[in-house]
Each structure stands twice: as C-alpha cells, then as structure tokens.
C-alpha cells in the first residue's frame, strides 16, 4: 500500500490515490440522488397530489435564489479560510485567485431579478413596463430587496479594491436582509425565526464556500504540510458549524411544522417533501464530512481526504439548490 501511494502523490498530489473510495463516493451521491429526486426537479412534482397551488413563477424564483446562496457563499468562504489559513504557523502565501468579484455580480444579477419580482407584486414581470421600481421604498419586502440589491453591488466594489476584506460588511447586510425577508411581520414570533434564518443562512455559507476554497488552496499549495493542517483546522470548525446549523434548522421546521403534525406534513406538503429531501442531503453530506476527517487522521496520506471532501462539495450544491427550492414553496398550514 505505502509502494502505491507515492506515485499517486507525486503526479497528481494525491488526487488520484485509492479510486475505490471515488466509486464509493459516487455510490452514496447516486442513492441519495434518488431519495431527492421529484423535489430538485422543481415545484411541480413536490407539489403534486398535496392541493397546494402553485404559485407564479415559483420555478425562476427558486433559481434566483440558489444564485443568490451560492453568491454568498463563495466570497464569505474565502474570508473565512484566508483567516484560518493566516492562523497556520508555515503557510505559503500563496493564495488561489479569488472568484469574490464574480460571485458578487452574479449575486447582483440574481438580487435585481428577485427585486423586479417583489416591484409588480410579487408576480413574474411580463415586461420592464410592469416593473415598478418606486413602488420597492413603499413596502416591507421591497426596501429588503432594495438593500441585497446594493449590499451585492458594495460587495463586488470591495472585492475589486484594494482591501478585499471589507466586502465583508455589505455581504453581512445580505444575510440580514435576507432573514427578515423570511418572515414578515404577520409571522408568528418574526424575530426568532429571523435570528434562527440568519445564523443557519451564516453557518450554511461559510460551510459551503469554506469548503471550496479549502480544496481550491490545497490544490494551490500542493504536497505542502501546511495543506493538510489547514484541512483538519477547518474539518473541526466545520463540526460546530454543522451542530449549528442542524439546531436552527430543527428549530426553524418545528416553527413552521408543529411536533404534532411534522410526520404527516413531511409527505402531505410540498414544503415537508423538499425539507425532507434537504434532510437526506445533509445526512449524506455528514457521512462524507466525517470519512474525509477519518481519512485525514488515519491515512499515510493525508490528502486522501480531498476525494471524499470533493464528493462532499458536490453535495453540497445540491443542498444549496434545494434550499433555493425550500424558499420558493408555500409555508405549511401550523395545524
């Protein structure tokens, strides 16, 4: 086994050793595909059968809003993992370009189109003529859309500047703004709700965008020691984000899906069957969030890790993309 493992290391940095474990990584995704299927098509098939109508344009509002988590995503990872990389006593710095710009004008994109939404009344605007821009500063959810419209729009003018460090507080101002979007003010208990949204969308970001620029500077770095070392740093940050993110979720469902009831509405209800496909997702991402830190502790090489924290990235943008789903659905009755 030690004969194999240096070849493997030394063409590729390691990307190539033990491809049992890539087909067993790719095994676990394909099953827990299937369990997710009807809801990542779309609204239709989660909403078949549960007397739910579907709402106008629910399909591009769920794109939009996968674009936008993921725009998030990206730049907030990248500043988390340059702080953590910053903390390694040794680290080359040396640094994978930043994808922030990109990512922030695509969140641009993606914020101007929700804002059009919300301008003509919540309905998919037949024309520019139907978009009412002044009409954004005289509600609730327009002024909301107005602010992730111009935190994006800081954002990338951070990024592009000489201190790419600051993009951090326009991007913050999305994550609030984001949280109250969640629950309007009719909501029951609207602040908790927000405070549950803003440190799971918080935790949500910097796992997934941490993750990818955790591989993207490993893969920068190469055979340096300082690349396993900041793996295993983030594995164990990555633990209590999870733990974070799994208490706000749960209690961001039991809200919404009273303890009675949350059994049936989780099959009975378009909301239920994309949560419970998220819930998979998740589980999945888990199991191949703890093999990669098995892999890192036990493993002669210990950038075998990346294969299954590579599957896990996969993984997770399918979670982000159901989740743009999640938030497109209409919330279930609290029976």
Not at 23 to 36: D, I, K, Q
Not at 165 to 177: E, K, N, R, S
């Amino acid at each position: 086994m030690t004969s194999i493992r240096p070849p493997a290391r030394t063409t590729d940095t390691g990307r190539h050793s033990r491809p049992s474990g890539t087909g067993r990584t790719v095994v676990v995704l394909v099953l827990v595909a299937l369990g997710a299927l009807i809801p990542v098509l779309g609204p239709s098939p989660a909403l078949h059968g549960t007397g739910e109508a579907e709402a106008p344009g629910t399909g591009g509002i769920a794109l939009l809003r996968t674009v936008l988590f993921a725009a998030l995503s990206v730049p907030l990872g990248e500043l988390f993992v340059n702080r953590l990389a910053r903390s390694l006593p040794g680290a080359p710095p040396d640094r994978p370009r930043s994808w922030s710009p990109y990512a922030a004008a695509v969140g641009l994109a993606a914020a101007l189109g929700l804002a059009s939404v919300v301008a003509t009344g919540n309905l998919v605007p037949g024309s520019v003529a139907d978009v009412d821009v002044g009409g954004l500063y005289e509600s609730r959810d327009g002024k909301l859309a107005l602010l992730e419209v111009n935190g994006f729009l800081a954002a990338w003018l951070c990024s592009t500047s000489r201190r790419p460090g600051l993009q951090v507080w326009p991007l913050a101002a999305v994550v609030v703004a984001d949280a109250l979007r969640a629950h309007p003010t009719t909501e029951y208990s609207p602040l908790l709700g927000s405070g549950l949204t803003l440190v799971h969308l918080t935790c949500a970001s910097l796992w997934v965008g941490g993750l990818l620029y955790v591989l993207r500077t490993l893969r920068r770095w190469g055979p340096a020691e300082a690349g396993p070392a900041l793996l295993g740093l983030y594995a164990r940050v990555a633990a209590v984000l999870l733990a974070a993110l799994t208490a706000t979720g749960v209690g961001s469902s039991l809200r919404r899906m009273p303890a009675g009831t949350i059994l049936d509405q989780l099959t009975d209800t378009a909301y239920g069957r994309v949560l419970l496909a998220k819930v998979l997702l998740v589980a999945a991402v888990a199991a191949l969030a703890l093999w990669a830190r098995i892999r890192l502790s036990r493993a002669a090489d210990p950038l075998a890790a990346c294969s299954p924290a590579r599957a896990e990235v996969v993984a997770l943008g399918v979670v982000v993309a159901v989740s743009g789903l999640l938030t497109a659905l209409p919330v279930p009755i609290r029976w």
